[in-house]
């Protein structure tokens, strides 16, 4: 490997909102993990819900923002289709001169 161009490489302790702890290696200084695998319903067998709230509200707040955008731009859109200016013919123009 070449000098010093690779992050340091510590050993740490990864701590999971249940309060188990587990060491293993990593170039970052702290881990702190939702669910490890004392506390996964995969590996414990007991169903539990994981909070994830704010998904739904997240996801709502979205499409309510597409819609008044797609509400402003239908708008921009007709007020520029009003203010188009007919283009002048090439004897206009030449008329104008």
Do not use: W
């Not at 996964?40 to 996801?59: M, N, S």
């Not at 009003?82 to 283009?87: I, V």
């Amino acid at each position: 490997m070449k000098a010093q161009i690779h992050p340091p490489y510590h050993q740490i302790t990864v701590v999971c909102s249940c309060g188990n702890s587990f060491q293993t290696g990593s170039t970052k200084q702290n881990i702190s993990v939702e669910v490890c695998y004392k506390c996964h319903p995969l590996y414990t067998g007991e169903h539990r819900f994981i909070d994830a709230t704010g998904r739904v509200d997240k996801f709502r707040l979205a499409m309510q923002q597409a819609k008044t955008y797609q509400a402003t731009a239908a708008q921009k859109k007709k007020k520029g289709a009003k203010e188009e200016k007919k283009s002048k013919s090439l004897r206009e123009l030449l008329g104008e001169v």
